[in-house]
T-cell receptor, first 115, second 111 residues
Framework: GAVVSQHPSWVICKSGTSVKIECRSL??????MFWYRQFPKQSLMLMAT?????????EQGVEKDKFLINHASLTLSTLTVTSAHPEDSSFYIC???????????FGPGTRLTVL | GDSVTQMEGPVTLSEEAFLTINCTYT??????LFWYVQYPGEGLQLLLK?????DKGSNKGFEATYRKETTSFHLEKGSVQVSDSAVYFC??????????FGKGTSLLVTP
């Protein structure tokens, strides 16, 4: 089946630094990818829609200057958490639809811990 | 907007017990409905789906029927195994084709 990878799987950083998370579709092209955030024991919340060749679309309440999204190619989207703070610590998950929007494939997630 | 509500967990069952995890939806139309599973330390996996009313999705012994009269998509399994221990999410597409998830139900199956 289709595979979506994320890198890194976990990262620990100091407050004030920036962290980049990569999301790749390994065997299909994805003009759209989605970024979610999951807090412990809670559901996934959509943060933004990453669009290849155009600006990302952010959900209400998500700071676009803090969470920079770049969809560099048809197989790669990156999420950069800028000037990270402890409250940004979370599990970040990307997904990519394939062929139709009824089929979405999720990455394994990236655990971010900001000290 | 369209949303799903699922029962709160955690749910603890003995092996071979019957499982039901309730999920109800609110939608303006008849969207596709999904159940995703998240095993410990792993990413989300599609468990099953139904694309229209009265459809039954099934996979790995799990079933869910899309019932428009009760706006429900309850997940069931007749005999759970320890390996079914995971978090289960009900979901439906939003207007932008991403997914709106329920809060998740944690299932623990004990030997």
């Amino acid at each position: 089946g289709a595979v979506v990878s994320q890198h890194p799987s976990w990262v620990i950083c100091k407050s004030g630094t920036s962290v980049k998370i990569e999301c790749r579709s390994l065997d299909f092209q994805a003009t759209t990818m989605f970024w979610y955030r999951q807090f412990p024991k809670q559901s996934l919340m959509l943060m933004a829609t990453s669009n290849e060749g155009s600006k990302a679309t952010y959900e209400q309440g998500v700071e676009k200057d803090k969470f920079l999204i770049n969809h560099a190619s048809l197989t790669l989207s990156t999420l950069t958490v800028t000037s990270a703070h402890p409250e940004d610590s979370s599990f970040y998950i990307c997904s990519a639809p394939r062929a139709s929007y009824n089929e979405q494939f999720f990455g394994p997630g990236t655990r971010l811990t900001v000290l | 907007g369209d949303s799903v509500t699922q029962m709160e967990g955690p749910v603890t069952l003995s092996e071979e017990a019957f499982l039901t995890i309730n999920c109800t939806y609110t939608a303006t139309g008849y969207p596709s409905l999904f159940w995703y599973v998240q095993y410990p330390g792993e990413g989300l996996q599609l468990l099953l789906k139904a694309t229209k009313a009265d459809d039954k999705g099934s996979n790995k012994g799990f079933e869910a029927t899309y019932r428009k009269e009760t706006t429900s998509f309850h997940l069931e399994k007749g005999s759970v195994q320890v390996s079914d221990s995971a978090v289960y999410f009900c979901a439906l597409p939003n207007s932008g084709y991403a997914l709106n998830f329920g809060k998740g139900t944690s299932l623990l199956v004990t030997p």
